[in-house]
């Protein structure tokens, strides 16, 4: 497995969560990894990305001032914290890693390497 997701869970809005992502080197050294969410009956959807240095971070409107990424370099994992969830965060969570121009940033059509997902349930 070279990308591995944890975090998700049950949580009742408002809460808060902390998706992880642990890659091997491969998929992760000199990549952008993003997140990506799919709830049952929907597209996969763009949710954050982060540059292979960190230096620059890119959100959906959906999540922007609610979620964060950040990856650690040393340790190959990227986060995201997840903060006042709502119900319509619900969804399986998946990480995915891609040497990616910034234009593509949000399509999952250009990350070549993905994780299994965490699911991620808001109740209301």
């Known amino acids: 497995v070279q990308l591995q997701a944890s975090g998700g869970g049950l949580v009742q809005a408002g809460d808060s969560l902390r998706l992880s992502c642990a890659a091997s080197?491969?998929?992760?050294?000199?990549?952008?990894m993003a997140w990506f969410r799919q709830a049952p009956g929907k597209e996969r959807e763009f949710v954050a990305a982060?540059?292979?240095?960190?230096?620059?971070?890119y959100y959906s409107d959906s999540v922007k001032a609610r979620f964060t990424t950040s990856r650690d370099n040393a340790k190959s994992t990227v986060y995201l914290q997840m903060n006042s969830l709502k119900p319509e965060d619900t969804a399986l969570y998946y990480c995915?890693?891609?040497?990616?121009?910034?234009?593509?940033?949000?399509?999952?059509?250009?990350?070549?390497?993905w994780g299994q997902g965490t699911q991620v349930t808001v109740s209301s």
């Open positions: 995915a890693a891609g040497q990616v121009i910034v234009s593509a940033i949000r399509d999952p059509r250009a990350y070549n390497y």
């Open positions: 080197s491969t998929p992760f050294r000199g990549r952008a």
């Open positions: 982060i540059r292979w240095d960190g230096g620059y971070t």
